[in-house]
């Protein structure tokens, strides 16, 4: 190691400590895998630890170690060539019929699976992670009429599956 990367490990590992976890749920939500989520946030914090030096004096190094996760998880899906379909988790719940949400759950997974990369990714960042398109566009390095275009054809695509009936789309 440089004495430079030796000099920020401090400052690294703090950070790191405070926003892992919150990495980890936002990868989660982006491959729809728990090891995939663990991929992506392993190796952006590697990445993002080789450059902490120029990382931490950005202005918001979280957006950026976020786009750094939506990066890995895009390199890694082309390195495999394939779509994964989670299986949902069945978690606790204080509904009536816990069948019904992992069903639910699942479907969503499901339909959420099926689109590109780069749509799920902006679907995510816009929905679960509450941001504004020009947030968005910084984190996936694009301009913010694709973000648009991204969410919007997302938001197409599952329409077109909610208004398929059921039979047809268990076919596929």
């Not at 490990?9 to 491959?31: G, I, K, S």
């Not at 120029?54 to 495999?80: E, K, L, Q």
């Not at 984190?139 to 275009?149: K, Q």
Request: aromatic share 6%; with cysteine.
């Amino acid at each position: 190691m440089t004495d430079r990367a030796t000099a920020a490990e401090p400052a690294f590992d703090a950070w790191v400590e405070a926003r892992v976890a919150a990495l980890l749920r936002f990868a989660y939500l982006v491959t729809g895998s728990q090891e995939a989520a663990e991929d992506a946030v392993q190796s952006a914090l590697v990445s993002a630890c080789e450059k902490w030096s120029w990382v931490g004096r950005r202005s918001d190094p979280d957006a950026y170690v976020r786009r750094m996760v939506v990066n890995a998880h895009i390199s890694a899906w082309r390195r495999t060539g394939r779509r994964e379909s989670p299986v949902g988790e069945v978690r606790e719940s204080g509904s009536a019929d816990p069948a019904l949400e992992v069903v639910q759950h699942d479907a969503v997974w499901r339909m959420c699976a099926a689109l590109a990369p780069q749509q799920r990714a902006a679907v995510v960042l816009r929905y679960y992670e509450d941001l504004e398109y020009r947030e968005i566009a910084e984190i996936l390095g694009v301009a913010e009429a694709t973000v648009r275009s991204h969410v919007h054809r997302a938001l197409a695509a599952l329409r077109r599956q909610l208004a398929r009936p059921e039979h047809e789309a268990e076919e596929e």
